[in-house]
Nanobody, 120 residues
């Protein structure tokens, strides 16, 4: 069994910052790709940022220059530092990871989501 647990969401004023964390635990052989997604009310889920095991990152255009994704491989944890937050960043944020439970088996896992609300 593998679990992803997110933390760090909350309510913040526009222009403020939040840091999300997502820790993976359980029967983990290795973790490759990790990412953050979000779903705003009435909208489809979108990819916000991703990071590979070697540290290569990718961002949605809407968050470039404001959000930073990082990971601590020793802790099986991915972070999302969100600065200069805007009301349109309000959403439920989910982490996702491609995790090998053995050398041969790789699965996608998702966290339960954490609410981020940005007030104007």
């Amino acid at each position: 069994q593998v679990h992803l647990v997110e933390s760090g969401g909350g309510l913040v004023q526009a222009g403020g910052s939040l840091r999300l964390s997502c820790a993976a635990s359980g029967s983990i052989f290795s973790i490759n790709f990790m990412s953050w997604h979000r779903r705003a009310p009435g909208k489809q889920r979108e990819l916000v940022a991703s990071i590979t095991s070697s540290g290569s990152t990718n961002y949605a255009d809407s968050v470039k220059g404001r959000f930073t994704v990082s990971r601590d491989n020793a802790k099986n944890t991915v972070y999302l530092q969100m600065n200069s937050l805007k009301p349109e960043d309000t959403a439920v944020y989910y982490c996702q990871a491609k995790i090998r439970t053995t050398w041969q088996l790789e699965y996608d896992y998702w966290g339960q989501g954490t609410q981020v609300t940005v007030s104007s």
